[in-house]
């Protein structure tokens, strides 16, 4: 039987042609494109509808063995076999994160002007690398930046571009960074002749929770993994300040160079917030670079009721933007902000096919020039489509009730004796354990590090582990507005059972070993 619903009539199954040209996306072909999109309308509809839970619970193996069993060199040739096949492979098995009780990363449901705006863009492919490729998308994403830098609160000498993530931002800021210093201290351009003597010395300060990209941008740096400084964190999962102080002051009496300090504005794990406005002061006595990750903390720049919690943000040198996490839109959509535009020159390269050097004011932009990617598709207009239908007071309402959601799911965990909390959430995550005093440390992380995986195995949930000073803890990261605290508890009520059964399971084993 016929897995997708009828949505043409007798012409809802399409057998493709032969001919090459008849697959290109042009006028000619447009009503073939109508028909096979209204069958993958209808095949969204029916996925959205019909997730009852997170995840179906499938092994890796056995849709590994499905997938294996496809031949790509054998074609259906039938646009409805082709979308029945995607169904059974993928949206039957896919993780859905507007389900309310998907609280595992941070991935938010997505508003839908933003999925127009997917339709768009791919339908057009504009490359968003040169004028002569994109015209007013280039414009489109250079508003989109510019209202970004003034809710930061940068002055008009910022500017920014559109990234594939969080990490890509990273990795950009503390390039600059690294360029910055090198001129600024030696007058050496790594841009043109490579690192220079001193570049083994270099230091970059971070809390100890922040984001892995650091580490990882460092080392594609060619500085190493030894360059990031880790700063230990105060009770509140923010960067201790006494221990910077500390940390800089040994890394400068061992003989090495300071160069830049990463602000989280927004922990993976806990949602802290490091004390950006005092860090700035820190940046100032070293000259330091101060870039702001607040990939995750950037919905409070929508949020007018809490943006207080990012004071100090409009004093970075740079700033990374995840509105993928954070602004309800789409995988992905990020951004890269430089307080000084002219920091852009470290990466910029001109190539006379695609960019040619041209000093006239007036010369039509090339977004490219302050990018590390060349060929970059439309992402700007997905939160373009958003603001214009939906507004960024509606995100901001979306980012507070998940902050509230939050709290009162702190609340609810901690009048349970068996659950152990570890930090009073900022943003919208809580980091927390199952705890029985009657097991060691040994099997408590054993069995809270299995009950994530138990639980996505299940479907019915999906939440998050991580692991803090040795300790193996849960996380509930929440981003959908959907989500009540009715889900929470249920959710709470899943860990505990699924607890008990692998407590169970523990003694049988034991007692076969003794």
Known sequence: MNQLAPVLNAHSSINVDE????????????????????QTMSLIHQALRSAKQVHSGVCHKELSKQIARVELNQPLNNVEQALNEVKSLYLDHAVYFHHPKYVAHLNCPVAYPAVIAEQLLTAINSSLDTWDQSAGGTLIEQKIIDWSIERIGLSATADGIFTSGGSQSNLMALLLARD????????????????????????????????????KSAALLGLGYNAVVPVAVDKEFKMDLAALDAAIDECKAQGNIPIALVATAGTTDFGSIDPIDKLKTR???????????AAYGCGLLA???????????????????????????????????????????????HADYLNPFNDNPQAAPNLVDKSIQTTRRFDALKLWLTLRIMGHEQIGKVFSSVMALARSSYVALKQDPEFELIHQPELSTLVFRFNDKNLSDEQLNLLNYQIKDELFKQGECAIARTKFRGINYLKFTLLNPNTQIEDIKSIAADIKACAYSIKARLKVEETSHE
């Open 19 to 38: 001919q090459p040209h008849a697959f290109i996306f042009n006028e000619n072909n447009l009503l073939k494109y109508e028909m096979a999109s209204m």
């Open 180 to 215: 910055h210093a090198a001129e600024r201290l030696s007058g050496h351009l790594i841009r043109d002749f490579g690192l220079g003597p001193d570049a083994h010395r270099y230091r970059i300060f971070c809390s100890e929770v922040s984001h892995f990209s650091i580490q």
């Open 283 to 293: 940046c100032k006595a070293d000259n330091l670079w101060l870039h702001v990750d």
């Open 303 to 349: 949020a007018d009721d809490h943006r207080h919690l990012l004071n100090g943000i409009e004093l970075a040198d740079s700033v990374t933007l995840d509105y993928h996490k954070s602004f309800l839109q789409p995988v992905s959509s990020s951004a890269f902000i430089v307080a000084d535009k002219k920091q852009f020159k470290h990466l910029t390269h």
